[in-house]
């Protein structure tokens, strides 16, 4: 079966991969993370998801009072170019204990920038991961042999 459609047991799934979806009671085709590793658990981070969501509409309406700020000083190249300045930095932290980068060493989801710490069965290393489908956290991942 493909990603994403709902499965017993690795098998069933093209990936190999089939994993338990904690919070909502059934189990699902997940794709591979890198090489041979699957998210065993996967669970919801809605806390990290408003927390994103808040952000982004401050970030929207602090762009729309900076763009009405330089049209009242008559400045319309910044206005016209939208009155921010894109920046090359990452989003994320190589060291600290917060916003760390995926695949850095953590403690807990509050380390990461993407809210989801990660731990790895075998070895039970915890590692920053990416989430799965936008909403996802593979708490547990494990080697598909």
């Given at each position: 079966?493909?990603d994403?459609?709902?499965?017993?047991y690795?098998?069933?799934?093209?990936?190999?991969?089939?994993?338990?979806?904690?919070?909502?009671?059934?189990?699902?085709?997940?794709?591979?993370?890198?090489?041979?590793?699957?998210?065993?658990?996967?669970?919801?981070?809605?806390?990290?998801?408003d927390?994103?969501?808040?952000?982004?509409?401050?970030?929207?309406?602090?762009g729309?009072?900076?763009k009405?700020?330089l049209?009242?000083?008559?400045?319309k190249?910044g206005?016209?170019?939208?009155?921010?300045?894109?920046?090359?930095e990452?989003?994320?932290?190589?060291?600290?204990?917060?916003?760390?980068?995926d695949?850095?060493?953590?403690?807990?989801?509050?380390?990461?920038f993407?809210?989801?710490?990660?731990?790895?069965?075998?070895?039970?290393?915890?590692?920053?991961?990416?989430?799965?489908g936008?909403?996802?956290?593979?708490?547990?991942?494990?080697?598909?042999?």
């Open positions: 079966m493909c994403e459609l709902i499965c017993e690795d098998g069933q799934c093209r990936s190999g991969c089939c994993s338990q979806v904690l919070t909502r009671g059934y189990s699902r085709c997940a794709s591979m993370l890198i090489g041979d590793y699957c998210p065993r658990a996967l669970d919801p981070i809605y806390e990290m998801l927390a994103e969501r808040e952000m982004e509409m401050a970030r929207e309406a602090l729309a009072m900076t009405a700020a049209a009242r000083h008559g400045d190249e206005v016209e170019g939208g009155g921010l300045v894109p920046t090359t990452l989003p994320c932290n190589v060291f600290g204990t917060v916003d760390r980068c695949g850095m060493a953590c403690e807990h989801d509050g380390n990461c993407s809210g989801c710490c990660s731990v790895f069965v075998q070895g039970e290393q915890q590692r920053c991961m990416p989430l799965i936008n909403d996802l956290c593979p708490i547990a991942i494990d080697v598909v042999e």
